[in-house]
């Protein structure tokens, strides 16, 4: 749920207090809620989260300091400024409220002028605040998807001189090969009372089947060399600097360009057996995006569900791991691509949390929490579209993107 940024929400006991305050808030543009306890303004959170709260102190039930402890404790409302309204002027209480995590205090009788004046200037610190936020972000962000572009680029770049020589070279002794083979079969043919010593020799190394076997051994090197190229080229698909404006590409070639990459990592190992990758690919336009960054979201959604597999196979030797990958056309003016697993699925509060910057559920010094807030970023903020996790635990998790064509 997100913060409606120009909704404020005031708690009072006193039906002339909020009528009042209603009426100035609304006059200058401001979006109001009003509850007339605490529980009543916690029930109404539930449902609504305001940009700031003005919250009353002395209020039967539940005060005003046991509110702002239960808003504080709270993962979704414990950002969310709160300005105390009270008669109390002893220092105790309010250093009580600050230390609970109130922002500032307005005493009663108040001055209409100057609760407007305070919620004005919180409202502006708060905007300062996210906006910087939002500048760090882009700026790790970018420097996330740079670095690992660099690293990527690099490797192809210093791999793709020694496969060129071997690969120029494996055309060459594929030739002079063929050449000593005919040479032989000519010996063969016109010079059949051999020495003893070569009837030996040619037992010993079995020369038939070396005859047969040698062409085949640098086919399968042939193969290998491609192999290797398209990996490279794959490399430099994935890490590939995007422009300023977005181009037209195939989400398909993405996808499989992200686990080529992987490739290594969904074969069996003594961690977990062979990750199963199940493709349903429907028949889709290119769609205008950023390449580049759809790639890294790829990479982001489907390394999170092998970090997965690696934990649950480890507890339970009978696991076997599943990634689904399907992609459709939606109304002909959007494509929808679906990735799934069949791992642990998450609880509602860490779905809840899934997106936020920094929110890691991993190890220290395993996550950043910055893979989803980033892919969710380049999905909805980049791209105009949509990125939801659907998921509960003990039934897997499947993310589901929607973007634009165009």
Do not use: W
């Not at 250093?95 to 609760?115: C, H, M, N, R, S």
């Not at 010079?191 to 085949?216: G, R, S, V, Y």
């Not at 390449?291 to 690696?310: K, R, S, W, Y």
């Not at 998450?346 to 807030?373: A, C, I, W, Y």
């Amino acid at each position: 749920m997100k913060t409606k940024e120009n909704l404020i929400l005031i708690i009072d006991d006193k039906i002339d207090n909020l009528e009042i305050l209603l009426d100035v808030m609304q006059m200058h543009g401001h979006e109001v809620l009003v509850a007339d306890s605490g529980e009543s303004a916690l029930n109404k959170l539930k449902n609504s989260l305001p940009a700031l709260i003005l919250l009353d102190v002395m209020m039967p039930s539940m005060d005003g300091f046991e509110v702002c402890r239960r808003l504080k404790s709270d993962d979704r409302t414990k950002d969310i400024p709160v300005i105390f309204m009270t008669a109390l002027t002893n220092t105790a209480d309010k250093i009580k409220g600050f230390k609970l995590g109130a922002v500032d205090y307005i005493t009663k009788p108040f001055q209409q002028e100057e609760v407007l004046a305070r919620v004005n200037v919180q409202l502006k610190l708060q905007d300062l605040n996210q906006q910087l936020q939002k500048s760090q972000f882009q700026l790790m962000q970018a420097e996330k998807i740079s670095s690992l572009g660099q690293l990527v680029a690099g490797i192809a770049h210093e791999v793709k001189n020694p496969v060129s020589f071997i690969a120029g070279n494996l055309e060459h002794t594929e030739n002079y090969t063929q050449e000593l083979v005919d040479l032989l079969k000519l010996y063969q043919k016109y010079l059949q009372n051999t020495p003893e010593e070569i009837n030996h020799k040619i037992d010993a190394i079995d020369l038939d089947f070396l005859l047969e076997d040698l062409p085949k051994m640098i086919a399968s090197m042939n193969v290998g060399i491609e192999r290797i190229s398209d990996i490279m080229q794959s490399l430099r698909n994935f890490s590939r600097k995007d422009a300023t404006v977005k181009k037209y590409a195939d989400i398909h070639q993405g996808i499989d360009t992200t686990l080529m990459i992987l490739s290594h990592r969904l074969k069996a190992n003594e961690i977990h057996p062979r990750i199963e990758v199940i493709k349903e690919y429907d028949d889709l336009p290119q769609i205008e995006c950023f390449p580049g960054q759809l790639n890294q979201v790829f990479m982001n959604l489907l390394a999170n569900a092998i970090d997965v597999f690696e934990d649950k196979a480890q507890e339970d030797e009978s696991f076997i791991p599943q990634i689904n990958i399907s992609t459709e056309l939606i109304n002909n003016n959007k494509v929808k691509i679906v990735i799934s697993d069949n791992g642990y699925g998450m609880s509602e509060e860490v779905r809840n949390n899934l997106f936020s910057t920094f929110f890691t559920t991993k190890p220290e010094g395993k996550g950043t929490g910055l893979g989803l807030s980033i892919s969710y970023k380049i999905i909805t903020e980049t791209h105009g579209g949509t990125l939801e996790c659907l998921s509960c635990e003990g039934k897997g998790t499947r993310f589901v993107i929607q973007i634009p064509i165009q």
